[in-house]
Nanobody
Framework: VQLQASGGGLVQPGGSLTLSCAAS????????IGWFRQAPGKEREAVSC????????YYADSVKGRFAISRDNAKNTGYLQMNSLKPEDTAVYYC??????????????????WGQGTLVTVSS
């Protein structure tokens, strides 16, 4: 059972990146997908999430209008399209298979799966 996050890298301010979260060993279709990030010296924060059943989404205020979450259940993969990136978006980004995505953010449980992080650096 594994979640593999990928797609991070170095990008200039204003640029774009797409992160992927590929699941293996289990069916991602049964879970909400969440993206979190942790910047140096800061606590981990929820960035976005998406349900499987109804496709409802949540975005943190700091990324609304710039980030877009999606999923392809046939590929067992989730995505986070990040546009208009800012230096403050620099962080390690983590994906997770979660219980549910609510209007107020991801709802976690003891049965969640977490991937390893992928580093996003926004700098000129």
């Amino acid at each position: 059972v594994q979640l593999q996050a990928s797609g991070g890298g170095l990008v200039q301010p204003g640029g774009s990146l797409t992160l992927s979260c590929a699941a293996s060993g289990f069916t991602l279709d049964y879970y909400a997908i969440g993206w979190f990030r942790q910047a140096p010296g800061k606590e981990r924060e929820a960035v976005s999430c998406i349900n499987s059943s109804d496709g409802d989404t949540y975005y943190a205020d700091s990324v609304k209008g710039r980030f877009a979450i999606s999923r392809d259940n046939a590929k067992n993969t989730g995505y986070l399209q990040m546009n208009s990136l800012k230096p403050e978006d620099t962080a390690v980004y983590y994906c997770a298979a979660l219980y549910y995505c609510s209007d107020y953010g991801p709802l976690q449980s003891a049965n969640d799966y977490w991937g390893q992080g992928t580093l996003v650096t926004v700098s000129s």
